[in-house]
């Protein structure tokens, strides 16, 4: 687990910076995750699980797009960034990354920055995401494996059509991770047990039967998602301490009935 104190920063940048995209993977129907490298071929500075970059591409008048936050979805490493993007149907950025941006092409992102980081800690590790609030419950999945912590790593979609990062989430398993994945609405070909582990949403019961009392939990996801996850963790009476959460909407407040 990186320690938050030690980060070297030698390697970080102020603003914007070139990118490589060297590589695309199209992880389910509306999620494409994008492989960056420095164009000038730098060792990247390290990131805390659960950090993000702000990305931004030149139109053809040479202007730049809006920038958009992009949660980092793979674990740190000196040589390349993994951001996964979700195709938003009134998402300006987001479409043009998904439609357009192919390996080959540049970029500008910021280094990485963002408060909602993996805390050191021993006590058990819950990990709940909703649709592409996974992503950042994957690189804290990937930072705490090798650790001794119990780790519990909950996905929700509605369906094998939005289920990314299948293979890679099995290749985490080990004695200490145990995942259960939520199927809302299977489809009729897709089997209890088999392509997914519970069929409905994440109920108060569920958490109650199959979470930790005394872990730590680390939540993302649609704002409906995320308010039934954090009322059914008060009602469990989970200490405020111990339950975080990063909302991809501004000005929402998920603590209020």
């Known amino acids: 687990m990186i320690d938050s104190n030690k980060i070297n920063s ?4 102020k603003g914007f910076k070139d990118f490589l995209v060297y590589k695309t ?7 494409t995750s994008f492989y960056l490298k420095s164009l000038d071929g730098s060792k990247l500075p390290e990131f805390i699980a659960g950090q993000f970059i702000t990305v931004r591409i030149k139109n053809e008048d040479n202007t730049f797009t809006k920038p958009r936050q992009y949660t980092l979805s793979m ?6 960034y993994r951001i ?19 390996a080959g092409d540049n970029l500008q992102i910021t280094a990485p920055l963002g408060n909602f980081i993996l805390k050191d800690s021993e006590k058990p590790l819950v990990l709940i995401g909703g649709g592409i609030g996974i992503t950042p419950m994957l690189t804290m999945a990937y930072d705490a494996v090798n650790s001794d912590r119990k780790i519990h790593f909950i996905y929700s979609i509605p369906n094998s059509t939005h289920h990314s990062f299948k293979e890679e989430t099995v290749k ?6 145990k995942s259960n994945v939520f199927y809302t609405r299977p489809k009729e070909n897709e089997k209890l047990g088999k392509d997914f582990d519970v069929q409905g949403r994440i109920s108060e019961k569920w ?9 730590d939990f680390y939540f993302c996801g649609p704002v409906p998602f995320m308010k039934t996850v954090y009322h059914n963790l008060i009602s469990m009476a989970i200490e405020k301490e111990n339950i975080n959460f990063e909302m991809f909407e501004a000005g929402v407040d998920i603590t209020k009935e």
Do not use: Q, T
Request: aromatic fraction near 8%; charged fraction near 35%; proline fraction near 2%.
């Open 75 to 80: 674990n740190s490493n000196e040589e390349f």
């Open 84 to 102: 996964s993007v979700k195709r938003e149907e009134n998402g300006y950025l987001s479409k043009k990354l998904c439609d357009e941006i192919k």
């Open 10 to 13: 030698n390697n970080k940048w």
């Open 207 to 215: 958490m109650i039967d199959n979470l930790p009392k005394d872990g």
């Open 25 to 31: 993977v199209k992880e389910d129907e509306v999620v």
């Open 172 to 177: 985490l398993h080990n004695n200490n991770f």
